[in-house]
């Protein structure tokens, strides 16, 4: 069964700072997609990025990077230079091809405090 | 131009009532999802429709009945409302496939009294 941990519940730095979130995912599949969603104080769930298994290439988009490792099971999410409006909920999710559910992690609570 | 809409963006409401949530797309999107979020964020897929047929129900109660009039809308009835159901439920919409991404609904924050 496909199994995703964020084992940081909450992570709180101040402006400027670098910061990682920490995913970690279990699948059978050797086929199968890793997404990351942001969900700030407003509620909304805001599609970040998205992944295949087949393609390990870290991706960096302005201030955000993927670091994804396939050897370790790991799609790490790293904000370079943080900013308060980077306080938000943050997601991972894993779907497999196998399979139709899209299955989150815990999430992890972010706050940049100014 | 709102890709997925719900209706209503808050819900209270005392046990034992019924209630419905409403879901609309404009993305032309074949297959649609309601999931659910608890107090603690963990969100938890309930049902997924792909062009008006249920490919998902997980075990929710039978109290908890989606339907899908065409492959744009997506509701959510809720019978004989518990304390338990509150919750905020999102509607999201995808093309069909696990690699696209889900687009999400605003969420409808859903508090049994």
């Known amino acids: 069964a496909q199994k995703v941990t964020q084992a940081q519940t909450e992570i709180s730095v101040v402006e400027k700072e670098d910061v990682t979130l920490d995913c970690v995912y279990e699948?059978?599949?050797?086929?199968?997609?890793l997404f990351w969603y942001k969900q700030p104080p407003s509620g909304e769930l805001v599609f970040l990025i998205r992944?295949?298994?087949?393609?390990?290439q870290n991706e960096i988009s302005g201030r955000y990077s993927w670091n994804f490792q396939k050897s370790t099971s790991s799609f790490n999410f790293t904000i370079t230079a943080s900013q308060v409006v980077d306080s938000a909920v943050y997601f991972c999710a894993l779907r497999e091809t196998s399979g139709s559910r899209l299955t989150f992690g815990e999430g992890t609570q972010l706050t940049v405090n100014p | 131009d709102t890709a997925v809409s719900q209706t209503p963006k808050y819900l209270v409401t005392q046990m034992g009532n019924d209630k419905s949530i409403k879901c609309e797309q404009n993305?032309?999107?074949?297959?649609m999802y309601w999931y659910k979020q608890d107090s603690k964020k963990f969100l938890k897929i309930m049902f997924s429709?792909?062009?008006?047929?249920?490919?998902i129900n997980e075990t929710v109660p039978n109290r908890f009945s989606p339907k899908s009039p065409d492959k744009a809308h997506l509701n959510l009835h809720i019978n004989s409302l518990e304390l338990g159901d509150s919750a905020v439920y999102f509607c999201?919409?995808?093309?069909?496939?696990?690699?696209?991404?889900?687009?999400f609904g605003p969420g409808t924050r859903l508090t049994v009294t």
């Open positions: 992944r295949n298994s087949f393609d390990e």
């Open positions: 999201a919409s995808s093309q069909e496939g696990p690699f696209y991404e889900q687009y």
């Open positions: 993305l032309g999107h074949d297959t």
């Open positions: 429709y792909n062009n008006k047929e249920l490919i």
């Open positions: 699948t059978r599949d050797t086929t199968y997609y």
